[in-house]
C-alpha cells in the first residue's frame, strides 16, 4: 500500500494541536511530521481548517448481538460508532443472549460479528453470581477486563453480585491483572427509596429520581474501594452520576489504588431540573442528576478525578421506553447516544474552556488505557493504527433522526443545537464514514488483548 498523508492546520497530538501531516501505510501511522517535511510525489488529501482527532474510543458500549440484534447489532452500532467519529468499541457483556460469562458465549459472540462490523470492537468478559471458575479462562481468551453490577441490571440471564459472591470471584480478578467494571448502585437504598414511592406519580422524572438515591452509588462506591484495598485489583467504576463521590475517589487515587472512573455525556450535558415529565427517552440508571451536580462532575474532569468519558449506549426497541404511557417506572433504563457523543461532549467542554486535546484524552486515549490497547489506539502517533476522525469544531447543527445511525433512531437530543460535525471517520486509513455515508465493505476487526 502507497504512502498517503492527511493533513490540516489542527491536528490533535499527545504534544498539541498543530500544523501536521500524518503520513501512514499499511494502516499505520508512520509519522506525524510538519508539513513542509512531505516528501515528493505523495498522495496527499488536506483538510484545511478542520481537525485531525485520533479515531475515538468508547469502552461502554451495549451491542445486544448474539440474541437481542432487534435492540441493536454489530452492524448497526458499528456504523452508529462510525458516524459520531468512533474506531473502536468495547461491549458490555449483558444483554446479548447468551451473556459473555463464558469463553463459549465469547465464541458465539465472535461468530456474530463476522464481517458486520464498520469499526473495530471488543468485548468485556461477565463477572455473576456463579461464573467465578470462568474467570481467568475468559482473560486467557482475549477479553480485555471484566463487568459485574452490585444491583439487578433490569434484565434476566445476567446476575448481579452481593458481596459475598464478589469475595469468591475477586481472586480470580486480580490473578489476570485486567480491570473490573462495576455499576456502583447498591439495591438497599434504591429498595428503601422505590417503596417509599410506591403510590407517587412515576410520570414525573423527581419520582424517578428519589427512587435511586446518591446513597445507593455512594455506598456501593465505598465498598468498592475497600474490597481493592484488600484484593488490590483493578478497580473501574463505570458511569458515575453522583459529584458527592469524587473526594472519596481523589482520596483512593491519592492512597494509591488502582482506581479509575469514568462518566457519560449524558450525566455533564443534561441536568434533571430541566427534563420533562413523562419524557421516559431521559431515563437512565444512575439517573441524570442536577444542575449542580452536573457542574462538580465538570470539576472532576478538571482535576483528573475523573479520567474518561464514554456513552454507556443503551438501545432498546422504542416501546420498551414506554412512551405513551409515559412512565419512569416501568420503561427500560439507557440512553442511546453513539452518534452524536462528540458534538455533545464539545458543545459543553469548548463553553467551558477546554480543547480538542481533552476531548481526545478522556474519549480515546483513557477508553484505549483502560482496554488495554494503549500501545496502537487513542493517538495520533508513530506506529498507532491509522484511526482518525475529521471533526468541524466551529460548525453547529440540529440533531435530527438523519444523524441517529444505530437502529432504533430515538434519542433525548433530537431537536437540540450541537456544536461540531463529524465530517469523515478512517479506520486503519480507510474512509468509513464521510458525509453521512458508509463507503466501502465493513472492514472492522476484533482487537485481542
Known sequence: MRLKAFLSRRVVTPHGIKAAAVLLQDGRILDVVSPHELPAQICTADFGEAAILP?????????NEPGRTEWEGFRTATRAAAAGGCTLLVDMPLNCL????????????RKAADDQCQVDWMAWGGVVSDNQEHIEDLAAAGVPGFKCFLIHPGIDGFTMVSEQQLRAALPHVARTGLPLL????????????????????????????????????????QLMISLCREYHFRLHIVHLATSRALDMLHSAKSEGLPVSVETCPHYLHLASEKIPDGQTLFKCAPPIRSRENCEKLWQGLREGVVDLVATDHSPCPPEMKR??????????????????ALPVMWTEASGRGFTLIDIARWMAEGPARLAGCESHKGRLAKDFDADFVVFEPEAEFIAREKHLAYHHRVSPYLGERLRGVVKATYL??????????????????????
Open 55 to 63: 479515531g475515538l474510543v468508547d469502552s461502554h458500549v451495549h451491542i
Open 98 to 109: 447468551p451473556a459473555t460469562t463464558t469463553v463459549a458465549a465469547l465464541e458465539a459472540k
Open 182 to 221: 462495576v455499576h456502583a448502585e447498591l439495591p438497599g437504598p434504591v429498595d428503601v427509596a422505590t417503596q417509599r414511592l410506591a403510590h407517587a406519580d412515576w410520570s414525573k422524572y423527581e419520582t424517578y429520581l428519589q427512587s435511586r438515591p446518591d446513597e445507593a452509588e455512594l455506598s456501593a462506591i
Open 323 to 340: 412512551l405513551d404511557e409515559r412512565n419512569f417506572r416501568t420503561a427500560w433504563g439507557g440512553i442511546s447516544s453513539l452518534s452524536l
Open 428 to 449: 486503519r486509513g480507510k474512509c468509513v464514514f464521510a458525509d453521512g455515508k458508509f463507503p466501502g465493505e465493513p472492514g472492522g476487526r476484533e482487537v485481542r488483548r
